[in-house]
């Protein structure tokens, strides 16, 4: 198991029962890469409002992905390999992140 730090902010936090932040631990056999954990989030910690998140089998446009307060781009974005103890954040601009 791997433990991530996870952040949510700019209205994001409204899909995960108001929270800011949690503590998650994923499995590492198929929760390799932030790819793997975005489709986990949809899957085990978003309960409604999927399309808020997720669109089209990607990440909705307009959040903006942080590893470790880095852009997600400078880090191989979707391919970036999970280590324990990132912190990822995932803020919406669009609700005023």
Do not use: C
């Not at 996870?6 to 631990?25: N, P």
């Not at 998140?53 to 942080?66: A, C, E, K, M, N």
């Amino acid at each position: 198991m791997t433990t991530l730090e996870l952040q949510f902010g700019g209205g994001l936090e409204a899909l995960f029962s108001h929270k800011k932040q949690m503590e998650v631990r994923v499995p590492d056999e198929s929760v390799r890469t932030i790819k793997d954990l975005i489709e986990y989030i949809r899957t085990t910690l978003i309960r409604e409002r999927h399309d808020m998140f997720i669109s089209q089998g990607t990440l909705r446009p307009g959040i903006l992905v942080l590893v470790n307060d880095v852009d997600w781009e400078l880090v191989d974005a979707r391919e970036y390999v999970l280590k324990e103890g990132d912190h990822i954040s995932f803020i919406s601009t669009l609700h005023g992140g």
